[in-house]
C-alpha cells in the first residue's frame, strides 16, 4: 500500500532554491522521492522514520536564505508540513547522512529552548489536569533511545553531531563556558511534555512557527499536525489540483474554513470541499464559474453559516441561481455577474449583492437585518422595492449607486421595514425624500443626491433618533434647519449653493463643513460639541453658538466675518468652555476685543486690517499676530502670556500690557510707539530696539513696574536720555544693557545705577567724548563688568590704551571700526619681540608653571578680542609680559594698513588676518592656535612658514587670494612645505589646485 503525499504543487520559483543547494537536493532525491519506486516500502516501523526525513528536509527548505520567498510562504510551509506528514519519504538511516551536511542550514535549539520555557511557565500557572511535570531523564543504550522516541519525552539534539553515541548519557557537565551553558545542553537537551501540555503550547503559535516545530522531533510532529492547528484551508490563489485538495479534504476531514478564491478549476474544488467536510462553516471562492450543480450541492452542506463569493460567473447565463438553505446566515455575492437570482434563506442575517449585475433578486429571508445592493446598476426600481419589502425585519440598506430607486420606493420600504436604522442611498439622484418617514432612522447618507433639497429637511425632521446625516455634494441644497435631538454628526461639503446652517441637538459633537462659497449664516446649539471647523468660507458673516462643551473654533480664510465674532466667542456669548480660537486671514476684522476667562489660544495671522486690539483673557498662554501689520493699539489686560513679540506691528503707537507671568517682550521695531504702559512683575527680557518715540517716562515707569528685568536694549531709542537711565537702578539685577546707536554723551547714570552690568554695549555712540569711559578705568565703575562693545565709535588713541590696561577684568572686547585706533602695543614702549630679554623669548615663559608663578602686574582675563576694519591699525604686539593667558580669539580682519602682527599668547586658539592685504610680518609664538585665516594677505610664503613652525597644534590654515601665493604658484610642493613645517595641519585652504 502506497501512502499518498499530498499537496505536491508545481511551483516554478519554489524549484529553484531546491536546485541551487545540493545538499537539500541530495537529500530530496536519496531521501524523499526515492522510495517512490517501491509501494511497500512506506508500510512498517520505518514510516516514522519517513516522515522525519520529510520534515527535516521542510526545516531545510524554510531557511534557505538564497531562495525568494513569496508572499504565499505561510501555505507553502503548510504545504510541506503535509507532505512530511504523508509518510512518502525515506528510511531515516539512508537520508541522515545527507541530512548531516546540511543540518547547520537550520537550528532548531533558539524555537526549541523558547518553547520549553514557555511550557514550563504554562505548566507552572496551569492546573492538575494539564500536568506531566517537566522533568530531565537520561537513558543508556540504543534499546532505552528507541523508546524514548515513542513515548511522550521529546529527545532533541543539536546541530553539530559527533560521532559519539547520541543517547549516551555519561559524558559530565563543562562548566568553562563564559554564558554558563554546559556542553551537555549543546549537545543533548531532554525534557518531557505531556501532549495535553505541548498542545496547549502550541495553540499560541502560527502555522509558521508550527512547520519549524514539527522538525524537532516525533511527537512534536505529531502535535503539531493536529487537527484543532488546520481548521482552516486556505488556497488563495494557488495552483491547486483537484486531486491534491481531495487529498487535503481527506486528510482533515473536520475543516470548518476553507478558501479557494483564485484557485483553477474553483467548481470542481468547491463541490469537492462540499462533499467531503461536513462540519464546513465558512466557504470563500471566487475569480471563476460556478455551476448550477453547486448550488443545488450547498443545501447538503448542512453546517455552512457563511458564503463568500467575489468576482464570479454564476450559471450558464440563462437559468436563476437558487441558493436555498436552512442555516446560512452571512451571503456574499460581491462583483458576480449572473441574470436572476432567488435567495431563500430562512436564517439569513446578512445579504451583500455589491457591484453584481443580476437584473433580478428574488429574496425569501424573513430575519434578513443586512441587506447591501449597492453599485447593482441593473436592478430596476421595482425589483428593489420587491427585495427591500420582503425582508420585514430589516436594519441596514445600502442602495447607493441605483440611480433608479424612487421616493415610492422609499415609501413602500419606511411602511414595510418598521426597524430600519441605516439607509444609505447616496448617488441615487430621483430621490427627494418627499412624504418618507422613517422615524427609527439613525445614520442617513445622502452623497451627491441632486434631488435633495431645503424642502427634504422636513422629511428628515421626522427622523428624530437620526444620529448620523452626510450631504455631501448636494448641489440644490440651500439650506438646513433641523432640531433633532440625537444628531450627532453632521456633514456638508462642497454642495455650492448652500447658505443657511441652522442646527438645533443638544448631542451634536461632530459637524464637517468645508467648500461651502454661499454659506453666510450659521446657528448651532449644542451642548456637546467640542470642535468645529469652518476653513475658507468666504461669505461666512453670521455666527451664533450656543455650544456649552465647545472647545477648539477654526474659522481659516472667512474673510467676510465681522468684528461681531467676538461677542460670540466672548464670556455670554455660548461658548463657555473655548480654549482655542483660530481666526487667521480673516480679512475684514478692524477692532478685535475678546473678555474670555477660558481663552488659551489665539490665533491672528494674516489679519492685515486689524488696527484695535483689546484682550482680557486671564487663562491666554498664547498669541499669534504674525502679518497683522496695521495695529495701531493694542491692550492686554490680566493675560497668562510668558512671552510676546510685537516687533512685528510697525504701526503700534499705545501699548497697554497687564501680564503677570510674562518674563519676554519684545517691541524691537516698533518705530512710532509713543506711550507704553508696561506691568509685568516677572518680565526678565525687554527688548525696545529702534523704538525712537520712547521717551524717559515710559522707561521710568517699566523699571518700577518690572524690578526683575535682566537683559534690556535700548538700541536706537535716540529719545532716552539721562533721566530714563537713572530709573535703571530700579533693576536690581539688571546684566545686559544695550546702548547701541544713541545719542547719549554723558554715561554717569549707569555707572552709578547699573552696578551689577556684566554686559555694556555701545556701538556707534558718536557722541561720547574720550573721558566718557574714564569712570571705568580710574574709578573702578561696573566692578563685575565683562564685555564691553565699543564699535563704530570716535574714543580717542590714549582713551583705548588706558582702557585695555586697566580694565583687566573684561573678558571680552570689541573695537570693531575704530578710526582713531593705530596701533595695539602692549609691549615696551618701542620695543620689539625679538628685543626683550632672552627670557621672555624662550617657550619657558609660556609653560604652565611660569603661568602660574606670581608677578606682580596682574593677568588679563581677556578671551575675546575684536579689531575688525579699524583702517589706522598699523601694528599689533602683545608679548608674554602682557600677561594675555585667557586670550582665545583675536580677529583684526579687514585692518587694510595692519603691516605687522607679533603676537605670543599661550591660550590663543583662533586668529583671524583675512583681507589684511598690508600685512607683511607674520611672528606667532602660540603652541595653541588650532585656526589660521590669511585670506588676500601680502605675505610671503616664507614668513608663513616660519609664523606657523612655532604653532605645534594648528590644524586649518587658509591662505586663498594671497598675492605673493599666487606668484609662487602653490602646488603640491608648496603644501609639502607647509606640512612639513608644521605637521598637525589637517586642513589647507588653497586658490589653485594641484597641477
Known amino acids: 500500500m502506497k501512502i499518498w503525499c499530498c499537496l505536491c504543487f508545481t511551483f516554478e ?25 517501491d509501494p511497500e516500502s512506506n508500510i512498517g516501523n520505518n514510516a516514522e522514520d519517513a516522515e522525519e526525513a520529510a520534515a527535516t528536509r521542510l526545516a531545510l527548505a524554510l531557511t534557505d536564505s538564497r531562495g525568494e520567498r513569496d508572499d504565499q510562504e505561510p501555505l507553502r510551509l503548510f504545504e510541506d508540513m503535509n507532505r512530511a506528514m504523508g509518510g512518502g519519504g525515506a528510511y531515516w538511516d539512508e537520508v541522515a547522512p545527507a541530512l548531516d551536511e546540511a543540518v547547520h542550514v537550520f537550528d532548531p535549539l533558539p524555537l526549541r529552548k523558547t518553547l520549553i520555557r514557555f511550557a514550563r511557565r504554562v505548566q507552572g500557572e496551569g492546573s492538575s489536569s494539564t500536568a506531566g511535570a517537566a522533568a530531565a531523564a537520561t537513558a543508556s543504550g540504543n534499546e532505552d533511545c528507541d523508546r524514548d522516541t515513542h513515548n511522550k519525552r521529546a529527545k532533541v539534539y543539536s546541530g553539530s553531531h559527533s560521532n559519539e553515541n547520541p543517547c549516551d548519557s555519561s559524558g559530565g557537565r563543562d562548566d568553562g563556558d563564559e554564558g554558563g551553558t554546559s556542553k551537555s545542553e549543546d549537545v543533548e537537551v531532554r525534557m518531557d511534555l505531556t501532549d495535553d501540555l505541548l498542545h496547549m503550547v502550541f495553540s499560541f503559535l502560527d502555522h509558521i512557527n508550527l512547520c519549524r516545530a514539527a522538525m524537532v522531533c516525533r511527537q512534536w510532529r505529531a502535535a503539531s499536525a ?14 491547486i489540483s483537484v486531486d491534491q485538495f481531495e487529498d487535503m479534504c481527506r486528510r482533515y476531514p473536520n475543516a470548518t474554513e476553507v478558501n479557494i478564491h483564485g484557485a483553477p478549476n474553483i467548481h470542481l474544488l468547491v463541490m469537492k470541499a462540499v462533499s467531503s467536510l461536513r462540519n464546513l462553516e465558512v466557504l470563500t ?15 447538503e452542506c448542512n453546517m455552512l453559516k457563511s458564503l463568500n463569493v467575489n468576482d464570479a460567473t454564476l450559471g450558464n447565463g440563462v437559468q436563476e441561481i437558487p441558493i436555498n438553505h436552512d442555516r446560512l446566515r452571512h451571503l456574499q455575492l460581491t462583483k458576480c455577474r449572473v441574470v436572476r437570482i432567488s435567495v431563500r434563506c430562512p436564517q439569513l442575517e446578512t445579504l451583500s449583492l455589491k457591484r453584481s449585475n443580476m437584473a433580478q433578486a428574488v429574496l425569501s429571508c424573513p430575519l434578513l437585518h443586512l441587506l447591501d445592493i449597492g453599485s447593482c446598476h441593473k436592478l430596476s426600481d421595482a425589483a428593489i422595492r420587491s427585495a427591500a419589502t420582503s425582508c420585514p425585519q430589516l436594519e441596514s440598506l445600502d442602495m447607493s449607486n441605483c440611480s433608479c430607486v424612487s421616493d415610492e420606493t422609499l415609501r413602500e420600504i419606511a411602511l414595510t421595514c418598521a426597524n430600519l436604522h441605516i439607509l444609505n442611498a447616496s448617488y441615487c439622484p430621483n430621490i427627494s425624500l418627499e412624504s418618507v418617514r422613517l422615524p427609527m432612522l439613525t445614520v442617513l447618507k445622502l452623497h451627491s443626491c441632486e434631488g435633495i433639497t431645503s424642502a427634504s429637511m422636513a422629511a428628515i425632521s421626522h427622523s428624530y433618533m437620526l444620529e448620523v446625516l452626510e450631504l455631501d455634494n448636494c448641489n440644490l441644497l440651500t439650506s438646513v434647519s433641523l432640531d433633532l435631538p440625537r444628531l450627532q454628526n453632521i456633514r456638508l461639503v462642497h454642495c455650492r449653493k448652500f447658505a443657511d446652517l441652522n442646527l438645533r441637538s443638544i448631542m451634536l459633537s461632530s459637524i464637517m463643513v468645508s467648500n461651502c462659497p454661499a454659506l453666510h449664516c450659521i ?18 458673516t453670521t455666527l451664533a453658538l450656543q455650544c456649552q462643551c465647545l472647545q477648539e473654533v477654526d474659522l481659516t480664510d472667512c474673510e467676510s466675518l465681522t468684528n461681531s465674532v467676538c461677542e460670540v466667542f466672548s464670556d455670554g456669548g455660548g461658548c463657555p468652555m473655548l480654549k482655542t480660537l483660530v481666526l487667521d486671514n480673516c480679512e475684514n476684522l478692524t477692532a478685535v476685543q475678546f473678555c474670555s476667562t477660558s481663552l488659551v489660544s489665539l490665533s491672528l495671522v494674516g489679519c492685515r486690517a486689524i488696527t484695535s486690539l483689546e484682550l482680557t483673557c486671564p487663562r491666554l498662554e498664547k498669541l499669534c499676530l504674525d502679518g497683522s501689520d496695521h495695529l495701531e493699539r493694542a491692550s492686554f489686560s490680566l493675560v497668562a502670556l510668558q512671552s510676546l513679540n510685537l516687533g512685528i506691528c510697525p504701526k503700534l503707537n499705545i501699548l497697554n500690557i497687564e501680564a503677570p507671568y510674562m518674563v519676554s517682550l519684545e517691541l524691537k521695531g516698533c518705530g512710532v510707539l509713543s506711550e507704553a504702559t508696561i506691568n509685568c512683575p516677572l518680565l526678565t527680557s525687554l527688548d525696545a530696539s529702534f523704538c525712537s518715540q520712547l521717551k524717559d517716562d515710559c522707561l521710568s515707569a517699566t523699571t518700577a513696574s518690572c524690578p526683575l528685568i535682566e537683559s534690556l536694549i535700548l538700541m536706537s531709542c535716540p529719545s532716552v536720555g539721562s533721566d530714563g537711565l537713572y530709573s535703571l537702578r530700579w533693576l536690581k539685577h539688571l546684566t545686559l544693557l544695550d546702548l547701541s546707536y544713541t545719542f547719549l554723551i554723558n554715561l554717569q547714570p549707569v555707572f552709578e545705577s547699573c552696578l551689577q552690568l556684566k554686559v555694556l554695549k555701545l556701538q556707534a555712540c558718536k557722541y561720547l567724548n574720550d573721558t566718557s569711559l574714564e569712570p571705568l578705568y580710574i574709578e573702578g565703575a561696573l566692578p563685575v563688568l565683562q564685555e564691553l562693545d565699543l564699535s563704530y565709535g570716535t574714543l580717542c588713541q590714549s582713551a583705548i590704551e588706558e582702557l585695555l590696561a586697566c580694565c583687566t577684568h573684561l573678558t571680552h572686547l570689541s573695537l570693531n571700526g575704530c578710526v582713531n585706533m593705530h596701533d595695539l602695543n602692549w609691549g615696551y614702549s618701542g620695543g620689539q619681540l625679538s628685543e626683550l630679554p632672552s627670557v621672555y623669548n624662550s617657550s619657558a615663559l609660556l609653560s604652565d608653571e611660569n603661568i602660574h608663578e606670581p608677578i606682580e602686574q596682574a593677568n588679563r582675563l581677556l578671551q575675546n578680542l575684536n579689531c575688525v576694519g579699524c583702517p589706522n591699525i598699523r601694528k599689533v604686539l602683545i608679548p608674554p609680559m602682557a600677561r594675555c593667558f585667557h586670550l582665545l580669539s583675536l580677529n583684526l580682519s579687514l585692518s587694510a594698513n595692519l603691516k605687522e602682527v607679533d603676537v605670543a599668547c599661550f591660550n590663543l586658539c583662533f586668529l583671524n588676518l583675512s583681507n589684511c592685504c598690508a600685512l607683511e610680518v607674520l611672528k606667532l609664538e602660540c603652541p595653541r592656535l588650532t585656526s589660521l585665516f590669511l585670506q588676500s594677505c601680502n605675505i610671503d610664503e616664507e614668513d608663513v612658514e616660519a609664523a606657523i613652525s612655532r604653532c605645534s597644534m594648528l590644524e586649518t590654515l587658509d591662505v586663498r587670494f594671497c598675492p605673493k601665493h599666487v606668484n609662487c604658484q602653490i602646488c603640491s610642493i608648496s603644501m609639502g612645505r607647509l606640512r612639513s613645517a608644521c605637521p598637525s595641519l589637517k586642513r589647507v585652504f588653497s586658490s589653485f589646485s594641484p597641477p
Do not use: Y
Open 13 to 37: 520559483d519554489e524549484e529553484a532554491p531546491l536546485k541551487g543547494n545540493n545538499v537539500q537536493d541530495k537529500a530530496m532525491r536519496e531521501g524523499i522521492f526515492e522510495n517512490d519506486k
Open 226 to 239: 493536529h487537527e484543532d492547528f488546520w481548521r482552516c484551508l486556505n488556497f488563495e490563489s494557488r495552483n
Open 523 to 540: 446657528n448651532i446649539t449644542s451642548n456637546s460639541l467640542q470642535k468645529l471647523a469652518l476653513q475658507k468660507q468666504e461669505n461666512l
Open 285 to 299: 471562492l471566487g475569480r471563476g464559474q460556478l455551476g448550477d450543480p453547486f448550488f443545488h450541492a450547498l443545501a
